[in-house]
């Protein structure tokens, strides 16, 4: 989510790809700055594009249906927590899970049903 809010801000500013990696680097920390600079190389570091190929292919998480449903067969309501908000919780993943066609969107939420 935070390289989306760097993207955002970067365009705002109408920085050049050698700008954005001016910006970038000096930021990155722990894993990210340990991938980037010990595992990459060196070369990658002064390319905008491919950086930002090898860091969401480490970093991004892929959501699929399945997970969602994982997410959701898994939910349980804490011990003091509102039935209000466990039912947002579960509205928040229900709601989420990512459909590729009707169909999909039908056997999901009926499996979770």
């Known amino acids: 989510m935070w390289i989306a809010r760097f993207g955002a801000i970067a365009s705002r500013y109408g920085w050049t790809e050698f700008e954005k990696l001016d910006h970038l680097l000096p930021r990155l920390e722990r894993k990210a700055d340990t991938f980037v600079f010990v595992q990459l190389p060196a070369p990658m570091l002064n ?3 491919e950086l930002i190929h090898e860091m969401n292919s480490r970093f991004c998480t892929v959501e699929t249906s399945r997970s969602y449903v994982a997410k959701f ?31 999909t969107l039908n056997s999901t939420r009926n499996h979770l049903l």
């Open 73 to 103: 067969s898994n939910c349980n309501q804490k011990q003091g927590q509102k039935a209000e908000e466990y039912a947002a919780e579960l509205k928040m993943v229900y709601y989420n899970i990512p459909y590729k066609s009707s169909n």
């Open 47 to 49: 390319n905008y594009g």
